[in-house]
């Protein structure tokens, strides 16, 4: 069959004349003809993963009039959003920083948060009907539940004709030059789509589907990732006696030290479990720990329980406390410091017995029971695995995708989401990143965007 007769069957309706026209005549009705058509054409577009990121891109390229379809491995997408901010679903952040985020391509960054920020994602969620209130620059859902932002994206997938296929999880993704068909296949099923966006997370919360399956795809088409480690988890300590203090909360300022070189620093409430420490200012500088661990490198940490203090007003304290010695054991003189198991295990550390009389207790020991307050030293080993961390660190760094998250590697194909080399504090900015990704990359997809490799 001739070329013009196959495209004719495609396109029945071509020109009035048939076939008794002019050649040159036919050719140029069915050239234009076909030049219109494609133009009604939907760009296919394919979303691994349907968290956060992933919902995010598809209900992006879906506004842009793409046919898209969600490969999600889980029974349901969603299922890590349900556990953010302890099911509140802290979404973003009204101070958004770029001190707030590791990454090694901080403008690159910088450069995606200002076409989707803060303002935007309010503007999104606002469309989708979503009430969002704030706390302390915090943002959340007004009723404080992720379930209800994960209600509104549902229904607008479902509003936009959003293909949904859960239990599918992708195992390779074989990519053609500018402009060709890009194969996604899982188990025996294959998928053929114009981009697709790898939304499927890093490592972090496994169960909730994030499996390192998206690392896995980005190496097949040629990415060199950057090490992963968990973020905003709990540490391990070596001391022994942590035991006598576990389950107590307290406010503290925490600074990471290798060497005498401080790394890191936070404050806030911290949490003393038998193993370690947890707690938010724990979260926000565990990434810098965990990398120094997987160089096998030592680190410390020292807590001061009396952070407001300053170094005089501290020192008048004690000038002041010393009144209270008089008829007082050393337990009941330094009641009132701080947790009651921490003062016995200060006291205790110091070489000092409870129940001596503080009046002719040892007065050097008196002093480390004061500066254990200020300095407790703690040495960390180990870090709680993937399963217990909010983000994972690492991924495909930022210099390998364009300005649009598109691969440099494989043209068509973009990120989105934790698979990227951004992580960010306690806060709303790791979900704040999943909806900027999200929303640039699905718009890329989609088709519009100026192609820059």
Same mark, same amino acid.
């Given at each position: 069959? %001739?070329?013009?007769?196959?495209?004719?069957? *495609?396109?029945?309706?071509? %020109?009035?004349?048939?076939?008794?026209?002019?050649?040159?005549?036919?050719?140029?009705?069915?050239?234009?003809?076909?030049?219109?058509?494609?133009?009604?054409?939907?760009?296919? /577009?394919?979303?691994?993963?349907?968290?956060?990121?992933?919902?995010?891109?598809?209900?992006? $390229?879906?506004?842009?009039?793409?046919?898209? =379809?969600?490969?999600?491995?889980?029974?349901? /997408?969603?299922?890590?959003?349900?556990?953010?901010?302890?099911?509140?679903?802290?979404?973003?952040?009204?101070?958004? =920083?770029?001190?707030?985020?590791?990454?090694?391509?901080?403008?690159?960054?910088?450069?995606?948060?200002?076409?989707?920020?803060?303002?935007?994602?309010?503007?999104?969620?606002?469309?989708? +009907?979503?009430?969002?209130?704030?706390?302390?620059?915090?943002?959340?859902?007004?009723? &404080?539940?992720?379930?209800?932002?994960?209600? /509104?994206?549902?229904?607008?997938? @479902?509003?936009?004709?959003?293909?949904?296929?859960?239990?599918?999880?992708?195992?390779?993704?074989?990519?053609?030059?500018?402009?060709?068909?890009?194969?996604?296949?899982?188990?025996?099923?294959?998928?053929?789509?114009?981009?697709?966006?790898?939304?499927?997370?890093?490592?972090?919360?496994?169960?909730?589907?994030?499996?390192?399956? +998206?690392?896995?795809?980005?190496?097949?088409?040629?990415? *060199?990732?950057?090490?992963?480690?968990?973020?905003?988890?709990?540490?391990?300590? @070596?001391?022994?006696?942590?035991?006598?203090?576990?389950?107590?909360?307290?406010? $503290?300022?925490?600074?990471?030290?290798?060497? &005498?070189?401080?790394?890191?620093?936070?404050?806030? &409430?911290?949490?003393?479990? !038998?193993?370690?420490?947890?707690?938010?200012?724990?979260?926000?500088?565990?990434?810098?720990?965990?990398?120094?661990?997987?160089?096998?490198?030592? /680190?410390?940490?020292?807590?001061?329980?009396?952070? !407001?203090?300053?170094?005089?007003?501290?020192?008048?304290?004690?000038?002041?406390?010393?009144?209270?010695?008089?008829?007082? =054991?050393?337990? &009941?003189?330094? =009641?009132? #410091?701080?947790?009651? *198991?921490? #003062?016995?295990?200060?006291?205790?550390?110091?070489?000092?017995?409870? +129940?001596?009389?503080?009046?002719?207790?040892?007065?050097?020991?008196?002093?480390?029971?004061?500066?254990?307050?200020?300095?407790?030293?703690?040495?960390?080993?180990?870090?709680?695995?993937?399963?217990?961390?909010?983000?994972?660190?690492?991924?495909?760094?930022? !210099?390998?995708?364009?300005?649009?998250?598109?691969?440099?590697?494989?043209?068509?194909?973009?990120?989105?989401?934790?698979?990227?080399?951004? !992580?960010?504090?306690?806060?709303?900015?790791?979900?704040?990143?999943?909806?900027? @990704?999200?929303?640039?990359?699905?718009?890329?997809?989609?088709?519009?965007?100026?192609?820059?490799?």
């Amino acid at each position: 069959m %001739c070329l013009t007769r196959q495209v004719l069957i *495609k396109y029945p309706i071509v %020109c009035s004349g048939g076939f008794n026209e002019s050649p040159s005549r036919y050719i140029g009705a069915l050239s234009q003809h076909m030049a219109e058509s494609e133009k009604t054409m939907k760009k296919r /577009v394919g979303i691994v993963g349907g968290g956060a990121a992933g919902m995010m891109a598809a209900i992006t $390229a879906a506004g842009q009039g793409a046919a898209v =379809t969600i490969l999600e491995g889980n029974d349901r /997408v969603g299922k890590k959003l349900l556990a953010t901010g302890n099911g509140k679903c802290n979404l973003g952040n009204r101070n958004l =920083t770029l001190e707030a985020y590791y990454t090694e391509n901080p403008q690159r960054l910088q450069d995606c948060l200002k076409r989707f920020g803060t303002e935007e994602t309010l503007s999104f969620f606002g469309g989708l +009907g979503l009430l969002v209130k704030e706390k302390n620059g915090y943002l959340y859902p007004a009723c &404080e539940q992720a379930s209800a932002v994960l209600d /509104v994206l549902r229904f607008e997938l @479902s509003a936009l004709g959003i293909g949904i296929i859960t239990g599918c999880r992708v195992k390779q993704i074989l990519s053609g030059q500018i402009g060709g068909e890009i194969t996604v296949k899982s188990g025996n099923q294959s998928f053929c789509f114009d981009s697709v966006v790898i939304a499927c997370g890093g490592k972090a919360a496994p169960k909730t589907g994030s499996d390192g399956s +998206g690392f896995q795809l980005a190496e097949q088409i040629g990415h *060199k990732l950057l090490p992963s480690v968990p973020a905003l988890v709990q540490l391990k300590c @070596s001391e022994p006696y942590l035991k006598a203090v576990s389950g107590v909360r307290a406010e $503290a300022f925490i600074r990471v030290v290798q060497g &005498e070189e401080c790394i890191a620093c936070e404050r806030g &409430e911290l949490q003393l479990t !038998d193993y370690g420490i947890s707690g938010i200012p724990v979260f926000q500088v565990s990434r810098q720990v965990n990398y120094i661990l997987r160089k096998q490198k030592e /680190v410390e940490v020292r807590l001061d329980f009396l952070p !407001d203090y300053g170094r005089e007003e501290y020192e008048a304290l004690q000038t002041g406390r010393k009144q209270l010695q008089k008829g007082r =054991t050393v337990e &009941e003189f330094f =009641t009132g #410091m701080l947790h009651k *198991k921490l #003062m016995l295990l200060f006291i205790k550390t110091a070489g000092l017995k409870p +129940g001596e009389p503080a009046e002719t207790a040892d007065a050097e020991k008196i002093k480390t029971v004061y500066r254990l307050c200020r300095e407790w030293k703690l040495h960390v080993h180990g870090h709680n695995s993937f399963d217990n961390a909010q983000v994972c660190a690492g991924g495909v760094p930022l !210099d390998q995708v364009t300005e649009n998250l598109e691969s440099r590697k494989a043209p068509g194909i973009f990120f989105a989401g934790e698979i990227l080399d951004v !992580d960010g504090k306690c806060g709303g900015y790791n979900l704040q990143w999943a909806w900027c @990704s999200g929303y640039l990359a699905g718009n890329a997809a989609a088709g519009n965007f100026s192609r820059k490799l």
